[in-house]
Antibody
Framework: EVQLVESGGGLVQPGRSLRLSCTVS????????MSWFRQAPGKGLEWVGL??????????EYAESVKGRFTISRDDSKSIAYLQMNSLKTEDTAVYYC????????????WGQGTLVTVSS | EIVLTQSPATLSLSPGERATLSCRAS??????LAWYQQRPGQAPRLLIY???NRATGIPARFSGSGSGTDFTLTISSLEPEDFAVYYC?????????FGGGTKVEIK
């Protein structure tokens, strides 16, 4: 069974950092690009960024709203994707989801349950 | 950035009725459009990709159509579990973008 489980969310002050993890099982993690998304309370979905598979250099792309502050990485040996979030702002408050991208298609067939990040003083 | 505009914002229907949801793109996305369903408190679920292909395990009552800038998701006969929010998403250009969503609620 394919499973993605996000962890690491919580309450953090503006300007601080937080690292989210996405631990997967049920598929060969190294064969899939992974993306992070977020959803502010009561709002729609926003793509945060992606990381490609090692075959394509493991390169990353980011939304403009997080570029330079957020970093996505992966550890294929542990089947974990990470989202390092620095210089957090109140507008980063959201549920953060990870998702897998089959064949680097740009579509997302399995998602985690999400982890809530609240940025507040 | 490609903007996706979904209409209507809310659709009030009864079980068994047909639902027609619209997604319009600010520029052509060819057929590179997906639809997702999101129930309260749950993660999105992929329904349709490349405009009209049903994802694995998605019932046949869900169908997608369109190309270029205008797309439609049709639910032929609403089941109780279909009352949810639906989002369209394009993968034609970066950044990947989503529409604002259509809520299908029970009338």
């Amino acid at each position: 069974e394919v499973q993605l489980v996000e962890s690491g969310g919580g309450l953090v002050q503006p300007g601080r950092s937080l690292r989210l993890s996405c631990t997967v099982s049920g598929f060969t993690f190294g064969d899939y690009a992974m993306s992070w998304f977020r959803q502010a309370p009561g709002k729609g979905l926003e793509w945060v960024g992606l990381i490609r598979i090692k075959t394509y250099g493991g390169t990353t792309e980011y939304a403009e709203s997080v570029k330079g502050r957020f970093t996505i990485s992966r550890d294929d040996s542990k089947s974990i994707a990470y989202l390092q979030m620095n210089s957090l702002k109140t507008e980063d408050t959201a549920v953060y989801y990870c998702s897998r991208d089959p064949d680097s298609s740009g579509y997302f067939d399995y998602w985690g349950q999400g982890t809530l990040v609240t940025v507040s003083s | 950035e490609i903007v996706l505009t979904q209409s209507p914002a809310t659709l009030s229907l009864s079980p068994g009725e047909r639902a027609t949801l619209s997604c319009r793109a600010s520029q052509s996305v060819y057929r590179y459009l997906a639809w997702y369903q999101q129930r309260p408190g749950q993660a999105p679920r992929l329904l349709i990709y490349d405009a009209f292909n049903r994802a694995t395990g998605i019932p046949a009552r869900f169908s997608g159509s369109g190309s270029g800038t205008d797309f439609t998701l049709t639910i032929s006969s609403l089941e109780p579990e279909d009352f949810a929010v639906y989002y369209c998403q394009q993968r034609s250009n970066r950044p990947l973008t989503f529409g604002g969503g259509t809520k299908v609620e029970i009338k």
